[in-house]
């Protein structure tokens, strides 16, 4: 099916490393990309074409794709990485995002 | 470097047309591609459709028979037209710089702040 699957929601310990995943069929053969969105804020670009970083997000933002599933992996996580995160990916020239996860760090 | 902002009404009502811009600023609207992408309250993103540097467009499925992206190159703004809008439609829009050219392998690198309209 076109759609992107994402948990609602994932919690971490700080330091911890937050694992999140997003399914689709398309994935695998198609690029994935990540964003993150505090409240009140604009979408932040934290990851393309599966696992490169724009400049000036920090290496510890990785991300991952094979099969139907790509992963976006957060390691020593800080409270300052709460937030939604989306994956994206392109199914037939359509743009497709997730649902969206609720990362929380307690 | 690139900024984008966009505008227009902030209140349309049900049946009636949607109008925003985007302003880019810092750079040429003439070299990317651009979108526009709507987030309703408290909800995810969801991708209306995009304009090249060329003038083509390419819409969500969902949306083709009702919206229409356009620019005008020399004021470097881009445009969404939504028609026949409903209550649902209440979102915030942002326009978005796409991190390639128009193909499959296309991310967002830059984002506007974001306008929120309600359809009342």
């Known amino acids: 099916s076109n759609e992107l699957t994402q948990p609602p929601s994932v919690s971490v310990s700080p330091g911890q490393t937050a694992s999140i995943s997003c399914s689709g069929d398309?994935?695998?053969?198609?690029?994935a990309s990540w964003y993150r969105q505090k409240p009140g804020q604009s979408p932040l670009l934290l990851i393309y074409q599966d696992s490169k970083r724009p400049s000036g997000i920090p290496e510890r933002f990785s991300g991952s794709n094979s099969g139907d599933k790509a992963t976006l992996t957060i390691s020593g996580t800080q409270t300052l990485d709460e937030g939604d995160y989306y994956c994206?990916?392109?199914?037939?020239?359509?743009?497709?995002f997730g649902g969206g996860t609720k990362l929380t760090v307690l | 470097q690139v900024q984008l902002r966009e505008s227009g009404p902030g209140l349309v009502q049900p049946s009636e047309t949607l109008s925003l811009t985007c302003t880019v600023s810092g750079g040429s609207i003439s070299i990317s591609y651009w979108s526009w992408i709507r987030q309703p309250p408290g909800k995810g993103l969801e991708w209306i459709g995009y304009?090249?540097?060329?003038?083509?467009?390419n819409y969500n499925p969902s949306l083709r028979s009702r919206v229409t992206i356009s620019f005008d190159t020399p004021k470097n703004h881009f445009f969404l037209r939504l028609s026949s809008v409903t209550a649902s439609e209440t979102a915030v829009y942002y326009c978005a710089r796409h991190k390639g050219y128009g193909q499959t392998t296309d991310s967002f690198d830059i984002w506007g702040q974001g306008a929120m309209v309600t359809v009342s």
């Open positions: 994206q990916a392109w199914d037939n020239n359509v743009v497709l």
């Open positions: 304009i090249s540097y060329s003038g083509s467009a």
């Open positions: 398309m994935l695998g053969k198609n690029y």
